[in-house]
């Protein structure tokens, strides 16, 4: 079984960046595609990024393709989550999430599809 914990979440200006962390445990971490989720206050989680099991493919929301960009270190059982020119809308709750199926090469964008979450981190960006 795979557990998760994020960090490296904050306080930001807009402008600004971050580096979003999730260190995962257990032995599946390696073969599973990984995902970034946000949840703002009164809105549903939604999809941010996502990264395949070998690192090779990765897919983003519209909101931060060019600004944001995820990767992989599987030697450290670790997904990063670079932030970049962060904007207020960018403020939410941050989950990692890995996906239930192994080897999957082109990552989903489906919520439904990721099993195993963890326990958030605050980013918060002021005007």
Known sequence: QVQLVESGGG?????????????????????RAM????QAPGKEREFVAAICWRGRSTTYADSVKGRFTI?????????????????PEDTAVYYCAADFALLREVPSKRV????????????????
């Not at 306080?11 to 995962?24: E, H, K, M, P, Y």
């Not at 995902?35 to 946000?38: N, P, Q, S, T, V």
């Not at 439904?112 to 005007?127: I, N």
């Open 71 to 87: 990767s992989r270190d599987n030697a450290k059982n670790t997904v990063y989550l670079q932030m970049n020119s962060l904007k």
């Open 11 to 31: 306080l930001v200006q807009a402008g600004g960046s971050l580096r979003l962390s999730c260190a995962a445990s257990g032995r599946t971490f390696s073969s």
């Open 35 to 38: 995902g970034w989720f946000r």
């Open 112 to 127: 439904d599809l990721y099993d195993l979450w963890g326990q958030g981190t605050q980013v918060t960006v002021s005007s």
